[in-house]
């Protein structure tokens, strides 16, 4: 995966670049932008935005370096709301899980935008794996997810798991392990992640999924245990972590990724530009090391690969969606 994602930043570097020149003039003449996060500060989605946002200035792209606005609230909702109305001239820019485009639309019959009318690709910002770990209240002979489901089985009463919101990725991982296993699994809800992880520390909850950087403190430590990554691969934060599909789950197989989003009509070379900007920031070491303490990997490819990658998510997850059942009214 590590490799895939290096080429595709690589790649869609070079070919943003080409669409850089044109736009200098008028970047330079731009002060500054604002980086639209719809999560608080403090989480995976903010730490990448401000590792963007304050390499936009050396990177030719505006003149003082960009500022994150958290619009949190609604599960990302308001920050694509924020961007939708926002102008088209590249001085606001999204950075959003893809669930929130391209899961959202399948369970909120009200949606207030549409994904790919009202927003134009950018940039691919960064990678990561969810997991299933579990704390206190399983016992150590629980150490893969067939244990887990079997543990489940065998204590119904407290067979349940958080997740960082309800419709969240995470929560339909616990969902198709409930629903393929026949072994009810009880959702318990959260308010992003570090609360859901907290009670699992504590013997609240007996486990929970949420991105695997959320749970890498408390697994060095042995608070907690990490069962499987979602990835089709191991990640290399942890690496001695089998994937679900390794335990024989194989219909939980991919990773969640954060992208970049301009407004509807943005010009294509303001696009180019931001791409340009954003991928050259990916590059930098410092901040590929930043994200890989939070267990995300670096991205970056061309505006049109993250709108490919977008479509190729939306057709992945409609069916899932529906098989799921769930939806914001259910």
Do not use: C
């Not at 490799?3 to 595709?8: N, V």
């Not at 991105?211 to 907690?224: E, Q, R, T, Y």
């Not at 010009?267 to 590929?288: C, E, G, H």
Request: charged share 15%; proline share 8%.
């Amino acid at each position: 995966m590590a490799q895939r994602r290096l080429f595709i930043q690589a790649l869609g570097s070079a070919a943003a670049l080409g669409g850089f020149a044109p736009w200098t003039a008028q970047a330079q003449s731009m002060d500054t932008a604002r980086v639209v996060v719809g999560f608080p500060p403090g989480g995976t989605a903010d730490v990448l935005s401000r590792r963007v946002a304050e390499r936009l200035a050396p990177a030719g792209y505006v003149r003082s370096a960009g500022l994150v606005d958290n619009k949190s609230g609604a599960g990302g909702r308001i920050a694509v709301e924020t961007v939708k109305a926002a102008a088209p001239d590249g001085a606001t820019l999204l950075l959003t899980p893809h669930s929130v485009l391209t899961v959202y639309p399948g369970i909120y019959p009200k949606l207030s935008y549409k994904p790919f009318e009202d927003l134009t690709p950018v940039a691919l910002g960064g990678t990561l794996s969810h997991a299933l770990a579990v704390g206190p209240m399983v016992p150590a002979s629980v150490k893969n997810v067939a244990d887990f489901l079997a543990w489940a089985k065998a204590h119904p009463k407290d067979a349940s798991y958080g997740s960082p919101a309800a419709g969240s990725i995470p929560h339909f991982i616990g969902a198709l392990l409930s629903k393929h296993s026949g072994i009810d699994l009880r959702h318990v809800p959260y308010r992003g992640s570090i609360p859901g992880v907290t009670d699992t520390v504590g013997g609240q909850i007996p486990a929970m999924v949420t991105p695997v950087g959320d749970f890498i403190p408390n697994a060095k430590s042995g608070k907690l245990r990490i069962l499987a990554t979602s990835g089709p691969q191991r990640t290399p934060f942890t690496p001695d972590v089998a994937t679900f599909s390794e335990q024989g789950f194989d219909y939980i197989r991919f990773d969640e990724w954060y992208g970049f989003y301009a407004p509807a009509r943005t010009p294509a070379a303001v696009v180019s530009a931001a791409s340009a900007a954003i991928n050259k920031a990916l590059q930098d070491k410092v901040v590929i090391d930043s994200l890989a303490t939070f267990g995300v990997i670096a991205g970056g490819s061309t505006p049109a690969e993250l709108g490919a990658m977008t479509h190729q998510e939306s057709e992945r997850w409609a069916p899932i969606v529906k098989q799921i059942g769930f939806t914001a009214e259910s």
